[in-house]
């Protein structure tokens, strides 16, 4: 094999040794369609991915492309680091984008609607509708939908009316003019329709169309179109100019649902004259429009998902393991003060760190907790009940709610104000900065002194996402990281200004020269006797800074292997990255650990955090990384991570034109492993059955 180019000698800027950061983003979603047709899972729970695939579109839509939309009408030119202008990035977006839908409207009306007819379910439409007892449907739209519709005139007296984002609206034209009718989402996207021995749902656009002449009575319907619109929702926060964040956030909100439209979906057939009209007085333009050959809104599969009962058609549910250290009867204080703890969620419990802040709200020697909240709980949060229950029993609680933890800014304003009112001080965030850290000290009166308690994790204190999302936890009570911590708290809250930390490192401070001081020293200690190796575990790989120094260390001879669920704007297989293999983990739970190890030559230091290498993340969030110092939780972790990197069933290998393969494709010679199957197993978590799907 040629040997690479000395690393002094190439120009690391060149657009060919980027991938866009957009169109990696839709190759990852298109990981997730594609994951729908693994027969790994059962049926409902293959669906499952075909609703995130149309849910992450969604987002996508209405924060990237937005995005990029608003700097075309600022005029940007600029190329990304990958030589695409904005505007050549969204219509590449565009184009894969279409590409993308037709295949998941493909798939569900070849593979999912045949399947699940073979369960006995069915989704009527159109001349199915005639199956089904017209008196029944009926009955369901008099009581359940007709009180909730509210039919909007097309005419001179009546201009188009405000029209919500992701609402499904149907045109209905009659002999003469026109008219709106938008169908509130509180109602079902499927409607249920059930019989004794079939489960039976309705399209609620099928219905409604179904009874029009109902809402119109003396009118003669012609037809109708069914149309949504996809909104901008990256609200724009101007901290500087603003008195009360919280009162700023709540206004921005409710610009949210009526900001510039960047998608206009509609069923196939709508008129064009109809829809030059909606362009004129909506202000979207040709090529923003999506028309699809089937069913709008499959994001909310979930209906269907939720409504049937049938166990057998989805995974097999399990009760987390907690730990044997944890398992005794000793206080979490006396096990932490033994040594340190690393969770692995969801096969480990989320229960010992909602455990961990109940014990210190309830012990008498606890005398402060400090906690981040980024996304928390919606309906009934035990951490936020943790916290109250603190302040009842007299400790000093310091909550830091991130109120811009975009589409939870409303649970996060609720919880702010809740925690207000028990007497919390509630702290909104930094000035330009997200708080994006995840960690919880409590401060602990031991004898004459204090000592210091931590939870440290790469997720958010979310019950329900806990089980969920793979996430890495750490519980410690290590003197020199939760001094770091108790320093961090007042950095977040006083803006101290420290730049430094004994042990963690912290964004936006000094987490990226802490990164790119540890490839640097994988470097400069390689050599063919004691080589050097990264495996980095991770969200996204963005950071063109970042991906340089890995070029770097693959020209030098550093093995360096990626697990990268989403996004991935490094390239792999060039003569700069002859080492690298960036593999990417679609399977039934959603990767979201975080691991960063640097091997020299036998000695690995470990680190997590909460942090992707992405500008955001290293620049204008504050982040920290914290080393795993205890060594059985350090190889627990490298554990972890090579077990991610060795699954071949799930895992996807991406290529040097920025295309990914499944790995079982690419070397089927390999056993089949599945990582997230591993985890459960270790944990005696797998169902006995073996013709149950797990």
Same mark, same amino acid.
């Given at each position: 094999?040629?040997?690479?180019?000395?690393?002094?000698?190439?120009?690391?800027?060149?657009?060919?040794?980027?991938?866009?950061?957009?169109?990696?983003?839709?190759?990852?979603?298109?990981?997730?369609?594609?994951?729908?047709?693994?027969?790994?899972?059962?049926?409902?729970?293959?669906?499952?991915?075909?609703?995130?695939?149309?849910?992450?579109?969604?987002?996508?839509?209405?924060?990237?492309?937005?995005?990029?939309?608003?700097?075309?009408?600022?005029?940007?030119?600029?190329?990304?680091?990958?030589?695409?202008?904005?505007?050549?990035?969204?219509?590449?977006?565009?184009?894969?984008?279409?590409?993308?839908?037709?295949?998941?409207?493909?798939?569900?009306?070849?593979?999912?609607?045949?399947?699940?007819?073979?369960?006995?379910?069915?989704?009527?439409? =159109?001349?199915? !509708?005639? @199956? &089904?007892? *017209? #008196?029944?449907?009926?009955?369901?739209?008099?009581?359940?939908?007709?009180? %909730? $519709?509210?039919?909007?005139?097309?005419?001179?007296?009546?201009?188009?009316?405000?029209?919500?984002?992701?609402?499904?609206?149907?045109?209905?034209?009659?002999?003469?003019?026109?008219?709106?009718?938008?169908?509130?989402?509180?109602?079902?996207?499927?409607?249920?329709?059930?019989?004794?021995?079939?489960?039976?749902?309705?399209?609620?656009?099928?219905?409604?169309?179904?009874?029009?002449?109902?809402?119109?009575?003396?009118?003669?319907?012609? =037809?109708?179109? !069914?149309? @949504? &619109?996809? *909104? #901008?929702?990256?609200?724009?926060?101007?901290?500087?100019?603003?008195?009360? %964040? $919280?009162?700023?956030?709540?206004?921005?909100?409710?610009?949210?649902?009526?900001?510039?439209?960047?998608?206009?979906?509609?069923?196939?057939?709508?008129?064009?004259?109809?829809?030059?009209?909606?362009?004129?007085?909506?202000?979207?333009?040709?090529?923003?429009?999506?028309?699809?050959?089937?069913?709008?809104?499959?994001?909310?599969?979930?209906?269907?998902?939720?409504?049937?009962?049938?166990?057998?058609?989805?995974?097999?549910?399990?009760?987390?393991?907690?730990?044997?250290? &944890?398992?005794?009867?000793?206080?979490?204080?006396?096990?932490?003060?033994?040594?340190?703890? %690393? $969770?692995?969620?969801?096969?480990?419990?989320?229960?010992?760190?909602?455990?961990?802040?109940?014990?210190?709200?309830?012990?008498?020697?606890?005398?402060?907790?400090?906690?981040?909240?980024?996304?928390?709980?919606?309906?009934?949060?035990?951490?936020?009940?943790?916290?109250?229950?603190?302040?009842?029993?007299?400790?000093?609680?310091?909550?830091?709610?991130?109120?811009?933890?975009?589409?939870?800014?409303?649970?996060?304003?609720?919880?702010?104000?809740?925690?207000?009112?028990?007497?919390?001080?509630?702290?909104?965030?930094?000035?330009?900065?997200?708080?994006?850290?995840?960690?919880?000290?409590?401060?602990?009166?031991?004898?004459?002194?204090?000592?210091?308690?931590?939870?440290?994790?790469?997720?958010?204190?979310?019950?329900?996402?806990?089980?969920?999302?793979?996430?890495?936890?750490?519980?410690?009570?290590?003197?020199?990281?939760?001094?770091?911590?108790?320093?961090?708290?007042?950095?977040?809250?006083?803006?101290?200004?420290?730049?430094?930390?004994?042990?963690?490192?912290?964004?936006?401070?000094?987490?990226?020269?802490?990164?790119?001081?540890?490839?640097?020293?994988?470097?400069?200690?390689?050599?063919?006797?004691?080589?050097?190796?990264?495996?980095?575990?991770?969200?996204?790989?963005?950071?063109?800074?970042?991906?340089?120094?890995?070029?770097?260390?693959?020209?030098?001879?550093?093995?360096?292997?990626?697990?990268?669920?989403?996004?991935?704007?490094?390239?792999?297989?060039?003569?700069?990255?002859?080492?690298?293999?960036?593999?990417?983990?679609?399977?039934?739970?959603?990767?979201?650990?975080?691991?960063?190890?640097?091997?020299?030559?036998?000695?690995?230091?470990?680190?997590?955090?909460?942090?992707?290498?992405?500008?955001?993340?290293?620049?204008?969030?504050?982040?920290?990384?914290?080393?795993?110092?205890?060594?059985?939780?350090?190889?627990?972790?490298?554990?972890?991570?090579?077990?991610?990197?060795?699954?071949?069933?799930?895992?996807?290998?991406?290529?040097?034109?920025?295309?990914?393969?499944?790995?079982?494709?690419?070397?089927?010679?390999?056993?089949?492993?599945?990582?997230?199957?591993?985890?459960?197993?270790?944990?005696?978590?797998?169902?006995?059955?073996?013709?149950?799907?797990?």
């Amino acid at each position: 094999m040629e040997s690479p180019p000395a690393a002094d000698m190439v120009d690391l800027s060149r657009p060919e040794l980027f991938l866009n950061r957009e169109l990696s983003w839709l190759e990852f979603n298109a990981r997730v369609l594609e994951e729908s047709l693994h027969e790994a899972h059962p049926l409902l729970s293959r669906m499952r991915f075909l609703s995130i695939f149309y849910s992450n579109l969604d987002e996508f839509f209405m924060i990237r492309v937005a995005g990029i939309k608003e700097q075309i009408r600022a005029g940007v030119r600029e190329r990304g680091p990958d030589g695409l202008t904005p505007r050549q990035t969204l219509q590449k977006i565009r184009e894969r984008a279409r590409q993308l839908v037709q295949r998941a409207q493909k798939i569900f009306s070849e593979h999912f609607l045949p399947a699940l007819e073979a369960e006995s379910i069915y989704i009527y439409q =159109g001349r199915r !509708l005639a @199956r &089904l007892p *017209r #008196d029944t449907l009926r009955k369901y739209f008099q009581d359940k939908v007709f009180p %909730l $519709l509210t039919p909007l005139a097309l005419d001179s007296a009546h201009p188009v009316p405000p029209l919500r984002g992701l609402e499904y609206i149907l045109w209905v034209v009659f002999r003469e003019g026109s008219a709106l009718v938008p169908i509130p989402q509180v109602l079902p996207r499927f409607v249920p329709i059930h019989s004794s021995h079939r489960y039976g749902f309705v399209p609620i656009e099928s219905l409604v169309g179904l009874f029009l002449e109902d809402l119109f009575p003396g009118r003669r319907v012609k =037809g109708s179109y !069914l149309f @949504r &619109l996809t *909104r #901008d929702a990256d609200i724009e926060i101007s901290e500087a100019e603003a008195d009360d %964040l $919280l009162a700023l956030v709540e206004k921005s909100l409710r610009q949210r649902r009526l900001g510039d439209v960047v998608r206009f979906e509609t069923t196939t057939g709508m008129p064009a004259e109809n829809l030059r009209f909606l362009m004129d007085e909506l202000g979207f333009e040709a090529e923003d429009v999506y028309e699809v050959d089937g069913l709008l809104g499959l994001e909310r599969l979930w209906d269907i998902i939720e409504e049937v009962d049938e166990p057998s058609l989805l995974d097999r549910p399990f009760i987390p393991y907690t730990p044997l250290l &944890l398992q005794g009867t000793a206080s979490i204080f006396d096990t932490l003060g033994a040594g340190d703890v %690393l $969770l692995h969620h969801p096969y480990d419990s989320f229960a010992p760190v909602v455990e961990f802040v109940q014990a210190a709200a309830r012990d008498p020697n606890v005398l402060a907790i400090k906690q981040t909240l980024y996304r928390t709980t919606g309906e009934r949060s035990l951490i936020v009940q943790a916290l109250r229950e603190a302040v009842d029993r007299g400790k000093q609680v310091t909550v830091l709610i991130e109120l811009k933890a975009r589409f939870d800014e409303e649970t996060n304003i609720y919880w702010a104000r809740e925690l207000e009112k028990a007497g919390a001080n509630v702290v909104y965030g930094m000035l330009g900065l997200k708080i994006h850290t995840k960690g919880t000290l409590v401060v602990r009166r031991e004898g004459p002194a204090l000592r210091l308690y931590a939870h440290l994790s790469t997720g958010n204190y979310n019950e329900k996402t806990a089980q969920m999302y793979t996430d890495i936890g750490l519980l410690t009570s290590d003197p020199e990281i939760t001094r770091d911590l108790a320093e961090l708290f007042n950095y977040l809250t006083g803006n101290s200004g420290q730049k430094q930390w004994r042990r963690i490192a912290v964004a936006p401070e000094n987490l990226r020269e802490m990164f790119l001081e540890q490839i640097e020293a994988c470097i400069a200690a390689h050599t063919p006797e004691q080589p050097s190796r990264i495996l980095l575990v991770m969200n996204a790989m963005v950071d063109a800074e970042m991906i340089r120094a890995l070029y770097k260390a693959s020209m030098a001879g550093v093995i360096v292997d990626l697990v990268i669920r989403g996004i991935c704007c490094l390239v792999p297989g060039l003569p700069v990255s002859p080492t690298v293999r960036v593999h990417s983990l679609i399977g039934r739970f959603l990767e979201h650990s975080r691991l960063y190890i640097f091997w020299r030559g036998d000695e690995a230091f470990v680190w997590s955090g909460s942090a992707d290498w992405m500008p955001r993340n290293l620049d204008r969030r504050v982040e920290v990384a914290y080393p795993l110092r205890d060594p059985k939780v350090a190889e627990q972790a490298i554990q972890i991570a090579e077990t991610l990197l060795a699954d071949t069933r799930h895992a996807w290998v991406l290529q040097p034109d920025g295309t990914y393969k499944r790995r079982s494709e690419l070397e089927p010679q390999l056993p089949s492993f599945s990582a997230q199957r591993e985890f459960l197993r270790r944990r005696g978590l797998l169902p006995k059955s073996p013709s149950f799907h797990d």
